[in-house]
């Protein structure tokens, strides 16, 4: 049975996620595919900042653990991307948090205009760094691996600076009681210093996410404008949101 290219993908990116590093030789014999296959295949994930190729191989681009929530809920998380990135207007100026789910935001931005992204995600800065409508500012810091993310207090006097109209955060876990929790606190720093320089501020998390809880709390839900999050949000947790008089809007 053929491999499809992104069966592929993934079948890299899990044994990246495994082994740290992956052979072209090793790959081509397991998939059945020549070596010219392989790196082809190799070639497209590095321009999509996924992996660095190296002589007959690859490694890694980014941290074990963004391959692995890179993988769940992939169709779900585009789709939320998607709508966000249907939010943005020409000659925008936003602010995008990390996370892997905002991150994909950037993705969705081609057929804008002069749109200024200002983030403390490596992520998004490997996926608009190629496309020339989008102009970039990178808030300094802290780098943390785990979260492909720049925290800390340089971060937080940077977002301080500036104001956007638009504002993407994301979550760990969202619920009414506990409302948006994180399990790194400077994460949550960042999410509250954003929050208070923008003029709207959207939660995007996919329904996986609802009724979990991390570490520590951010903020309430009621402090967002807009929770979008995709169509399997269940009906339960809908109306939950809903009586609590939460905005949210499920993409599809």
């Known amino acids: 049975m053929r491999i499809e290219l992104k069966q592929r993908e993934k079948i890299i990116l899990d044994r990246l996620s495994a082994e740290g590093t992956v052979s072209v030789g090793e790959l ?3 998939l059945g595919l020549s070596e010219v296959t392989i790196r082809g295949d190799l070639r497209g994930l590095e321009d999509k900042g996924w992996i660095n190729r190296k002589h007959g191989g690859a490694a890694a681009s980014i941290h074990r653990l963004i391959l692995e929530r890179q993988r769940v809920f992939p169709e779900r998380k585009n789709a939320i991307a998607k709508a966000a990135a249907g939010l943005v207007q020409d000659g925008d100026v936003i602010m995008i948090e990390a996370g892997t789910t905002t991150a994909l935001i950037a993705r969705f931005l081609t057929d804008k205009q002069d749109v ?5 995600s490596t992520l998004v800065f490997s996926y608009a760094r190629m496309l020339p409508n989008l102009q970039i500012t990178m808030i300094g810091g802290e780098f943390r691996r785990a979260t492909e993310s720049m925290v800390g207090p340089i971060a937080l006097e940077t977002i301080n600076r500036v104001n956007v109209r638009l504002a993407f955060v994301g979550t760990d876990g969202f619920t009414i009681e506990r409302g948006m929790t994180t399990h790194l606190i ?17 939660l995007v998390a996919d329904s996986s996410k609802y009724g979990k809880f991390g570490f520590t709390n951010v903020l309430p839900l009621s402090a967002m404008d807009l929770i979008l ?3 399997f949000l269940d009906a339960g947790a809908e109306s939950e949101l809903l009586e609590a008089e939460i905005n949210i809007k499920k993409a599809n």
């Not at 720093?189 to 954003?194: G, L, S």
């Open 186 to 202: 400077e994460g949550a720093e960042i999410v509250k210093a954003m929050k208070a320089r923008a003029g709207t501020t959207i």
């Open 229 to 231: 999050t995709d169509e």
């Open 116 to 120: 200024h992204i200002v983030t403390n």
């Open 28 to 30: 081509a014999r397991d």
